[in-house]
């Protein structure tokens, strides 16, 4: 899309068009161009309220769609590796990939019951 008024048109006619449907549905299509223009706006500094605005579209659907401005929607792989032979324990160790450093060293949660990791993983939700 090359502005936001094209943008804009599209997202009204698709709402149109499935007028009278019990729950609305974008189409994939749509959705990517939106995600793609929000990406692009807010490394800009365009403010969500002004996203809206222009979108013409609901917060929670905006929230959906491209997440929290600020918050990584990425997933990140997570891995569980065995401790090195000289740990004396036989319990998992969680290694999750960063990129707090240089090295890229991934953070580390060593000694959890199977129980715990699925606390963790809840808590989380993984």
Known sequence: ?????ELRARIARERRAKSGNQRLRFSAELKRLVVEFVADARLRGVSDSQLLADLGIGPATLIRWCGRRGKSSVFREVSMVRAP???????PVVAIPTLIDSRNSPIAIVGLTVSQLAELCRSLSC
């Open 1 to 5: 899309m090359k502005n936001v008024r």
């Open 85 to 91: 032979r000289s740990v004396a324990m036989v319990r």
